[in-house]
């Protein structure tokens, strides 16, 4: 039963981690054109939801790979924050590497700059609460 649920808690970090991550994207890019217009956006793939879709998934492997899922290992919030801060590390790097590889620089700084920061306040701010919900449900006596 304990693994059922542990499987049901990981699956929803990950998904309330993926919704995360296409928020702060969506968001760090509306902001970064509507407060530096320019040129317009860089249309780098088709699809306008691939690079979406793509950093999500890149965002939720690497916190798995770093065991940012691992339920009883991160107790406090600063385990949480030192976690999160090394996966947003790996994230940029990963990031660069590839817009390197790939020979992209139809890209803006700007953006890039601004979204490693805030995808680890808000992966902070979204673990926080949800720690505080499962706090709450614990103490009024619900999953034990």
Do not use: C
Not at 111 to 122: D, N, R
Request: overall charge positive; proline content about 4%; cysteine-free.
């Amino acid at each position: 039963m304990i693994r059922r649920h542990g499987t049901t808690l990981r699956a929803l970090f990950m998904l309330a981690d993926a919704v995360v991550a296409v928020i702060v994207v969506l968001g760090v890019y509306l902001l970064r054109f509507a407060l530096f217009p320019g040129k317009p956006a860089p249309e780098i793939f088709s699809p306008a939801w691939v690079p979406v879709v793509l950093y999500a998934g890149a965002w939720v492997a690497i916190l798995f790979a770093t065991g940012q899922y691992r339920l009883r290992a991160h107790w406090s919030i600063s385990s949480q924050v030192s976690g999160i801060g090394r996966a947003v590390l790996y994230l940029a790097v990963l990031t660069f590497a590839a817009l390197y590889l790939t020979r992209i620089d139809d890209y803006s700084r700007v953006f890039i700059l601004a979204l490693f920061p805030a995808q680890m306040v808000a992966t902070v701010a979204s673990r926080v609460v949800l720690h505080a919900a499962f706090v709450r449900i614990r103490r009024q006596g619900r999953n034990q």
